[in-house]
């Protein structure tokens, strides 16, 4: 699914001025070269594949290199899982990322900022993280989401995170919540990579869930 922001630099103004929950993540291609306002996660919306019926199945999403049993499972799935009812994006799509039956599952890009050096070093972009963050009733189970800024060398030179959703934050009410973080992009930095970590805290699946995962790059006005 292929969804580009229609106002993507507005969105980098209400993140500063409104915080996090105003932010609402757009969703597009992941870019090759130089393109701005463009979402460069991967199927950040799992919408690459079906997801799975119920809690007994996995699949894989496209795009991510995971671990555990981090999955995309559909909207509304045989098990208690968030529904076209439940709170979360106005445009969700089909299908949502979650834990799977393991105690910590991982899902990890790394996206090339190469092609953007001379903007980076310039000191002249920014970026906006974000992704709508949940999970199930009253549950502790949740999804965090990193963002490390690496330099030619490998070595780390920023970070961001997204706060999980906790069952206090979502009333006890399965469903997602938006979450987001910006900022500059760190002179040097010449790779981004996201991570989305869900966490079990109780029962056997792990009930974290996200959707919508997100990064934008713009140039500072």
């Known amino acids: ?30 870019a090759t070269g130089e393109a701005f306002g463009l979402n460069l ?11 799975a019926p119920d809690n007994t199945k996995i699949v894989k999403p496209t795009g ?16 208690g899982f968030p529904d076209k009812t439940s709170p979360g994006p106005a445009s969700r799509g089909k299908s949502l990322f979650e834990g799977g039956n393991a105690a910590k599952s991982t899902g990890t890009q790394r996206i090339s900022l190469a092609a953007y050096a001379s903007a980076i070093d310039s000191g002249t972009v920014k970026y906006a993280l974000s992704a709508w963050l949940g999970g199930y009733s009253s549950q502790a189970d949740d ?19 997204l706060s999980p ?18 900022g500059v992009v760190p002179k040097g930095a010449r790779s981004a990579t996201v991570t ?15 959707d ?8 500072k006005p």
Do not use: C, Q
Request: hydrophobic share 50%; net charge neutral.
């Open 143 to 161: 999804a965090t989401v990193t963002l490390a800024f690496t330099n030619a060398a490998g070595s780390k030179v920023g970070s961001a995170a």
């Open 212 to 219: 919508d995962i997100s990064l934008i790059l713009a140039k």
């Open 64 to 79: 991510w290199t995971t671990t555990g049993e981090f999955t995309a499972v559909r909207y509304g799935a045989a098990g």
């Open 196 to 210: 989305v970590v869900f966490t079990r805290f109780e029962g056997e699946y792990d009930d974290g869930s996200a």
């Open 41 to 51: 996660v991967v199927n950040g919306d799992a919408e690459a594949e079906l997801g």
């Open 165 to 182: 959703v906790s069952a206090a934050k979502r009333k006890s009410v399965t469903g997602l919540a938006a979450e987001a973080a910006g």
């Open 1 to 30: 699914m292929t969804r580009r922001p229609s106002h993507a630099l507005s969105l980098f103004s209400a993140l500063a001025t409104a915080g996090a929950t105003a932010f609402a993540p757009p969703l597009a291609a992941a």
